[in-house]
């Protein structure tokens, strides 16, 4: 994305990861894939979701009705990498999100 400041960081750290931590990653993330529903469904734990300013690649509104106590925050001004370009807002809102569940 356009906003990506943070690309060439990115790729290096990426490309130093060797390929096979890759492969178990997404075989990893392939096999979640099959079971989150029933997972999500099942977790009554608060759970924070924090979404870049350039869109969602996650279907929010199905994770939402499996979780209703999902919290989505969105990053304004940041491209695929909120922890690195706009992290006052990424911790501003984990810090409010940990004070709102310790209220309840």
């Known amino acids: 994305m356009p906003s990506d400041r943070f690309k060439s ?3 290096e750290t990426f490309f130093a990861i060797p390929q096979e931590q890759w492969v178990a990653y997404y075989e990893a993330m392939f096999a979640w894939d099959k079971v989150a529903r029933e997972r999500v469904s099942a977790c009554k734990l608060p ?6 300013s350039g869109g969602c690649f996650s279907d929010l509104p199905l994770f939402s009705s499996l979780c209703p106590q999902l919290v989505i925050g969105k990053t304004v ?4 990498f909120p922890t690195l370009e706009v992290p ?4 501003s809102m984990i810090e409010h999100f940990i004070k709102a569940c310790l209220k309840n």
């Open 9 to 11: 960081h990115v790729e």
């Open 47 to 52: 759970i924070l979701y924090i979404e870049d």
């Open 88 to 91: 006052e807002q990424v911790n």
């Open 77 to 80: 001004g940041s491209g695929h």
